[in-house]
């Protein structure tokens, strides 16, 4: 006789916010799905990360895009997980020795939300409104947009920014759309931002999964449910930070679009406070992605000088 208490046929690793268990249940069901797995046998283990405990000081202070991964692929490392889902965004361009990224599902909505109980937009908001915001990136492009605006420290889940909004800890704050989507509160947003004025992080909206190198099995699962579009967009934008060699010290910002067989990829970095920017954009085919992205690297850097970026990340 069978017994009831039987083994997962796979374990999906994720933090426990909202949204991380919306984008595991995502992933969840689309394995059922498309490989005819049940549900019940596919099972979540919420793992805290560093960033999830440390919530007073910004990521740039405490050690940047491994905060939210570490731990997770520590699990994955020892086999207690099968396969890690992350935010592309949070993911560093470096994995650690024997993990892989074997699959971008479907790219969301890549553009920012304004959020506001005070102004119906940033140009509504009065002279000196404060901005709450973690991101370097987020703050350098408002801070580009309007010098008056003062920034001031902001994480949470979208409940807690919203209580400190009507608390008056800051008149505005700034959220992807992608994950407001995800979790059906797409109505908090008082404006979606246009990503041509402030664009997005790399590889935003994305989410992927990550894999160890010797799980041929777990890996051949996951990657049947990747999207090539998003694979091709998403990899043009990594490409780029890796050539940067950016982290959360510095505000990149990358966006792509794909049509047909043409790539464009466009790419920023900006100083901190917003005085300096520099940007360009580059087209090729979809097979061009990743030389595109260190060839516009290269380009930025060349343009800002070497010690441009080097010098927020001492």
Same mark, same amino acid.
């Given at each position: 006789?069978?017994?009831?208490?039987?083994?997962?046929?796979?374990?999906?690793?994720?933090?426990? @916010?909202? $949204?991380?268990?919306?984008?595991?249940?995502?992933?969840?069901?689309?394995?059922?799905?498309?490989?005819?797995?049940?549900?019940?046998?596919?099972?979540?283990?919420?793992?805290?990360?560093?960033?999830?405990?440390?919530?007073?000081?910004?990521?740039?202070?405490?050690?940047?895009?491994?905060?939210?991964? %570490?731990?997770?692929?520590?699990a994955l490392e020892t086999g207690e997980i099968?396969?890690?889902?992350?935010?592309?965004?949070?993911? @560093?361009? @470096? +994995?650690?020795?024997?993990?892989?990224?074997?699959?971008?599902?479907?790219?969301?909505?890549?553009?920012?939300?304004?959020?506001?109980?005070?102004?119906?937009?940033?140009?509504?908001?009065?002279?000196?409104?404060?901005?709450?915001?973690?991101?370097?990136?987020?703050?350098?492009?408002?801070?580009?947009?309007? %010098?008056?605006?003062?920034?001031?420290?902001?994480?949470?889940?979208?409940?807690?920014?919203?209580?400190?909004?009507?608390?008056?800890?800051?008149?505005?704050?700034?959220?992807?759309?992608?994950?407001?989507?995800?979790?059906?509160?797409?109505?908090?947003?008082?404006?979606?931002?246009?990503?041509?004025?402030?664009p997005p992080a790399p590889a935003q909206g994305?989410?992927?999964?990550?894999?160890?190198?010797?799980?041929?099995?777990?890996?051949?699962?996951?990657?049947?449910?990747?999207?090539?579009?998003?694979?091709?967009?998403?990899?043009?934008?990594?490409?780029?930070?890796?050539?940067?060699?950016?982290?959360?010290?510095?505000?990149?910002?990358? $966006?792509?679009?794909?049509?047909?067989?043409?790539?464009?990829?466009?790419?920023?970095?900006?100083?901190?406070?917003? @005085?300096?920017?520099?940007?360009?954009?580059?087209?090729?085919?979809?097979?061009?992605?990743?030389?595109?992205?260190?060839? +516009?690297?290269?380009?930025?850097?060349?343009?800002?000088?070497?010690?441009?970026?080097?010098?927020?990340?001492?």
């Amino acid at each position: 006789m069978q017994s009831s208490q039987t083994q997962p046929a796979l374990t999906i690793g994720t933090r426990g @916010s909202p $949204l991380a268990m919306a984008q595991a249940e995502e992933v969840r069901d689309l394995l059922s799905k498309v490989h005819g797995l049940a549900p019940d046998t596919i099972a979540i283990k919420v793992i805290k990360t560093s960033g999830d405990i440390i919530l007073d000081r910004p990521l740039s202070e405490v050690g940047g895009k491994g905060l939210f991964t %570490k731990e997770i692929e520590r699990a994955l490392e020892t086999g207690e997980i099968d396969l890690a889902v992350h935010s592309s965004k949070d993911m @560093s361009t @470096s +994995l650690p020795e024997g993990m892989q990224i074997c699959a971008f599902l479907k790219r969301e909505d890549v553009r920012d939300a304004f959020i506001s109980l005070v102004a119906k937009s940033p140009d509504h908001l009065a002279e000196g409104a404060k901005i709450g915001t973690s991101s370097l990136r987020r703050a350098a492009q408002f801070k580009r947009f309007r %010098k008056d605006f003062r920034i001031v420290g902001f994480r949470g889940n979208v409940q807690t920014r919203l209580k400190k909004l009507a608390d008056g800890v800051a008149d505005a704050t700034l959220l992807a759309i992608a994950g407001l989507n995800r979790l059906d509160q797409d109505h908090r947003a008082t404006l979606i931002l246009d990503e041509r004025d402030f664009p997005p992080a790399p590889a935003q909206g994305a989410i992927c999964i990550e894999t160890r190198l010797d799980d041929a099995r777990t890996t051949q699962l996951a990657a049947a449910l990747s999207h090539r579009e998003t694979e091709i967009r998403v990899l043009a934008e990594r490409a780029f930070l890796e050539k940067l060699d950016g982290s959360c010290r510095t505000p990149i910002a990358a $966006l792509s679009t794909l049509e047909g067989d043409r790539l464009t990829l466009f790419g920023q970095i900006l100083s901190p406070d917003g @005085s300096q920017a520099f940007e360009a954009e580059m087209t090729g085919t979809r097979t061009d992605g990743q030389q595109m992205g260190f060839a +516009l690297g290269e380009k930025l850097i060349a343009e800002a000088g070497p010690d441009f970026i080097a010098q927020f990340n001492r």
